[in-house]
Nanobody
Framework: QVQLVESGGGLAQPGGSLRLSCQAS????????MRWVRRAPGKGLEWVSW????????NYVDSVKGRFIVSRDNAKDTLYLEMNDLKVEDTGVYYC??????WGQGTQVTVSS
């Protein structure tokens, strides 16, 4: 059974950093494209980043380019999102996504001074 468990969220000040993790199980993580999405308060889901199965190709929504870095450790079945120079508008619940169908419980990121 597919399971995704996000962690690493919390409260950060503008300009600060956080590193999110997503522990995957129940499917072939090392052969799967993975995504991060987020839901800001009162808004719909927004795609944030994408990484291919080997970790060789990535893409980001324009608003996070140059600030966020997606990576993965296929030996640990873990997906990461390093978030730097955080902005208030990065606040939201962050989810890792598999097949655009499976996601975890999410991890809350709050950016506030």
């Amino acid at each position: 059974q597919v399971q995704l468990v996000e962690s690493g969220g919390g409260l950060a000040q503008p300009g600060g950093s956080l590193r999110l993790s997503c522990q995957a199980s129940g499917f072939g993580f090392s052969t799967s494209t993975m995504r991060w999405v987020r839901r800001a308060p009162g808004k719909g889901l927004e795609w944030v980043s994408w990484i291919d199965s080997a970790g060789e190709s990535t893409n980001y929504v324009d608003s996070v380019k140059g600030r966020f870095i997606v990576s993965r450790d296929n030996a640990k079945d873990t997906l990461y999102l390093e978030m730097n120079d955080l902005k208030v508008e990065d606040t939201g619940v962050y989810y890792c996504l598999y097949l655009n169908v499976y996601w975890g419980q999410g991890t809350q990121v709050t950016v506030s001074s």
